[in-house]
């Protein structure tokens, strides 16, 4: 952007529930369409372009990720992010900015991603109970799931764990951390079922990538797939996609971390 050279990162978070994902689309409400309604009446002009740094599908929330702002001038209006959020919706929030140098790429140095996705199991909650979790009837072998999500861990080819497309054609990622843990500060009064949580991080991620990785989990849990099928899906990555994506709702970008 370099006919806008001051350069600003915002960390943003947001319930994607009512939203068709990050990127602008004509016709329908997405988060960076009401960011920028919102920055252009702050800002009393449309003279500046953002950029996000990871683009969330429909449906998936953020905890704390980022876009930049990029200004022919420099930003001097006092009390901006909370003039900002006055005319942002009450589901979208900015959390802090700061000045960076027209030399920060906020994609290419991104460090690490890192996702959290909220599974439901047992019988059908109330569904105000948890809106960012998604549900899976019967109950799983929490063990075998935590077996399984070390798979995910170091270098693999995820062809299987993504949605091919003409995008990419290496589909080589890293994953630094992954676990499935059981939730047990979950209220679950309401009925019999748990809460349970599966997190990965890594330095990115293929499209769809943590929604196949959390539905083929929940299918190893639950007994509709091997853990042979898992390991063999890893190490041979010719085929169709391993699992049925899980649902948007339960997927939640919590963090991205750059170098600066």
Known sequence: MQNRPYTYLFYIQYLGLRYSGWQRQKGVKTIQGSLER???????HEDFNILGASRTDSGVSCREGAFE??????LLI?????????NLPTDIRIIRMQPVSPSFNIIQDVVSKSYTYNFLFGEKPDPFQNPVAAFFPGYPDLQLMQKGVKLFQGKHDFKRFCSVDKVTENYIREIYSSEVILDKSFDHEEGPYIKVIFRVSGKGFLRYQVRIMA???ADLGLGRLGFSELEESLRVPEGKPLAI???????????????F
């Open 38 to 44: 919102g920055l252009r009446f702050v800002l009393g």
């Open 69 to 74: 702002l990029f200004l022919k001038e420099a």
């Open 78 to 86: 006092p009390d901006f992010i909370q003039k900002v959020n006055q």
């Open 215 to 217: 539905g083929a989990l």
């Open 245 to 259: 994506a899980a649902p948007a709702c339960g997927l939640t970008l919590d963090q991205v971390n750059f170098s």
